[in-house]
């Protein structure tokens, strides 16, 4: 299945032809200036689609980006958006956007009939306008695949009326129900994992090779930050609860290490922090590694410091690796880790806390082990790439029913 995902793609490419002669085909839109969860999470989906039903097609508006990057190096095929992005990361609502989005959407739309497209299935919030927009005009269903919080603007005011459906990844993300609302068309769908190719790591050679990256003795404690490195995933607070660790036992060895790219400078922000609390020595810019899990199989805590985080990747990925983790009690973290149990929960932007819960598990190999064996037999039948998949297509059945595929298949040059 999923060494037809290159053929089924390239065919699909084509305007107006029929794949397979029933199957929907479903348009997978991505910005791809910046590689996040979503496109790990979306990845999965794409490869794992039952061909019989579903075709995707990946459109990237940046085809030399990080994303393609990626995408290439996976196996996944893709073709160009037809159109510029005019939309940056975070732009103001203003008129400027309300004029650029005007320029781009009638080449979208012209793109989506073209290729009959039933489903636009969108991952972040410029796609999410744009694409759903294009979606709406060319007679396409949306699905809007909502990874941010709850009091997103476009969760609030964009999508009780643009998508014909929404899938959000946590309860914490899912809108709020009220007059004005896209509560009644959400469904709560957790992010895929490949669960069995976690089983095959090493941990004791995964974090000698970490050692050996950064040069420190075997001794050292290692604590991971992976993810981007923005204001909501807190970096700083990573810094201060490292100095925090150094502060409340200076005995211990320890090395933060983030992996992730940087956004706004935080990266030169966090050093600044580092040097200012004597732990310069201590904090590792390791920068985006993909694939990652060597490296979080190699730590001895993943250390979330988010806030509001929906539901992060890196915090499932770790507990299959049985790399423990210790988490901020926010936003939908305590829905993966019970305190104790799976994970440790600890307030939220308070270093201190950090601090003592990983002396805790540094102090404590029983509790270590009765975590990371609980927490890895959770995740594995929550997180699998079946559940998704089957989730997703479910939803892609009630949005289409029996049209979208008749459309595709009628579809003639």
Sequence with gaps: MVSSAA???????????????????????????LVGGSHMSSLGLIRNLPRDRFVPLVVLHHTDGPVA????????GFV?????????RAAPRNGAAVVNVVRTVPGLVKFLRARNASIVHTNDGRTHLIWGLAARIAGSKHLWHHRGDATSFGLRHVAPWLPNRLVAVSKFASPRPGFFSAAGKCSVVHSPFDVMKMDGFDRVEARNNVLAAIGCSPDTKLLGYVGTLVARKRPILFVEAIAALKRLS?????????FGDALNGLDETARSRAEALGVADCIHFMGFRYPGEAWI???????VTAVNEPLGRTLVEAMLLRTPVIAADSGGNPEVVE????????PADDPDEFAKACLALFNNSGLRDHL????????????????HVHAITSVYEKLIGGTGMRRSASAGP
């Design 7 to 33: 053929v089924d793609l390239r065919q699909s490419e084509a305007p107006g032809v029929s794949v397979g002669g029933h199957q929907a085909v479903v348009c997978f839109p991505f910005i791809g200036d």
């Design 372 to 387: 990371v064996e609980t927490a890895r037999g959770e995740v594995r039948s929550r997180f699998s790439f079946e559940r």
């Design 297 to 303: 199989a190699g730590l001895d805590a993943l250390l």
């Design 80 to 88: 160009e958006a037809p159109v510029l992005n005019r939309l940056e």
């Design 69 to 76: 990057e990626l995408f290439r190096r996976e196996g996944i």
């Design 339 to 346: 305190d104790g149990r799976t994970g440790m929960l600890v």
């Design 250 to 258: 200076p005995e211990t060895k320890v090395a933060g290490l983030f």
